[in-house]
């Protein structure tokens, strides 16, 4: 249906999942207060120092700072994991409740505590015995999330290799979180695609549409299609246009098989088994704790290249 193998090499894999899409000019301007320019980049991975950062209206506990150092031994790295999901989760369920998840941007300790998580994820994504034996270091109900996560990006990290050279991606901030996920849900009442499904998509296409770069085969929109598949499944709309573009992926994947049979239709819209495993996965996740949405929202955009991860967006750049 969409692009080239070597597209989904340059967001999907190195960036455990992410593919370039293009946006209005307008939309992302250096007037927008919500753009993040791509060309402040900051190199980060498993290293670094812990700081507690102070936020508003948080219990006091220790906030990381967005390169704060991350265990490489099974014992030390399962309990920090299962602390920061432990601080994360609480932070999101004040956040939906109490705060304003339908604006940007979401609260600093949500943002810090999701990137440290996504750090995690991404080492052990890297490491197969260490994920192994954390995985069964940890506790009901984190250890089927944390499975479910490991495998996805497992599945992304060993099929596609590391950049030589970074790509030149644009990225804004996304749209609010309860926006999207009316959005998701939209598309699941029309079409019957689950909503999870929708919002997996997106999270592994564009990290909920903060990447706004066109791909190199021309895939386009927050959901990555081509103009011309977009001409057949947009039902009229903007590519560009997050609203509309969610709803055209549920049309594709409806008319592709969903929801009886997902993983067929998710290979039409991407041929590539990784890619399938991986938003089934993070799927799954959501339906048994749909909070998890909010933590996928806040995931950042990194590449993986020759040289190690690079973040491009997120707290601190």
């Known amino acids: 249906m969409r692009r080239s193998l070597v597209t989904v090499v340059t967001v999907v894999a190195v960036a455990i999942a992410l593919s370039a899409c293009a946006v209005d000019p307008e939309r992302a301007t250096s007037s927008d207060p919500r753009t993040n320019a791509a060309a402040r980049v900051a190199a980060t991975g498993p290293s670094g120092t812990v700081s507690p950062s102070p936020v508003a209206d948080a219990p006091t506990s220790e906030i990381p700072e967005p390169d704060a150092w991350i265990p490489g031994q099974a014992d030390p790295l399962a309990v920090r994991l299962e602390a920061t999901w432990e601080a994360r989760r609480e932070a999101v369920r004040r956040w939906v409740r109490t705060g304003d998840p339908d604006a940007w941007p979401p609260p600093d300790?949500?943002?810090?505590?999701?990137?440290?998580?996504?750090?995690?994820?991404?080492?052990?994504?890297?490491?197969?015995?260490?994920?192994?034996?954390?995985?069964?270091?940890?506790?009901?109900?984190?250890?089927?999330?944390?499975?479910?996560n490991v495998r996805a990006g497992g599945a992304l990290y060993d099929h596609f290799s590391p950049l030589k050279t970074l790509p030149d991606f644009r990225t804004h901030a996304p749209e609010p979180a309860d926006l999207l996920l009316r959005y998701f849900e939209k598309g699941e009442r029309r079409f019957g695609v689950d909503w999870e499904l929708l919002a997996a998509v997106m999270l592994i296409e564009t990290r909920m549409g903060r990447i706004v770069s066109s791909s190199s085969a021309g895939a386009q929109g927050p959901m990555q299609f081509l103009p011309s598949t977009w001409e057949v499944y947009g039902l009229g709309g903007d590519i560009r246009d997050e609203h509309d573009a969610v709803l055209g992926a549920a049309n594709y994947l409806s008319a592709s098989g969903s929801p009886g049979d997902d993983r067929g239709a998710l290979f039409h819209y991407n041929?590539?088994?990784?890619?399938?495993?991986?938003?089934?996965?993070?799927?799954?996740?959501?339906?048994?704790?749909?909070?998890?949405?909010?933590?996928y929202y806040n995931w950042q955009v990194f590449v993986r290249t020759t040289h190690g991860d690079v973040r491009l967006t997120g707290p601190g750049l």
């Not at 505590?113 to 954390?134: F, G, H, K, N, S």
């Not at 041929?271 to 799954?284: C, D, F, K, L, Q």
């Open 109 to 148: 300790d949500v943002e810090l505590l999701v990137l440290y998580e996504q750090r995690i994820y991404r080492v052990l994504a890297a490491r197969d015995r260490l994920a192994a034996t954390v995985l069964n270091r940890l506790d009901h109900p984190l250890a089927p999330e944390a499975r479910s």
């Open 271 to 295: 041929p590539v088994a990784a890619y399938v495993t991986a938003v089934i996965r993070y799927a799954n996740a959501m339906s048994r704790d749909p909070d998890l949405f909010y933590a």
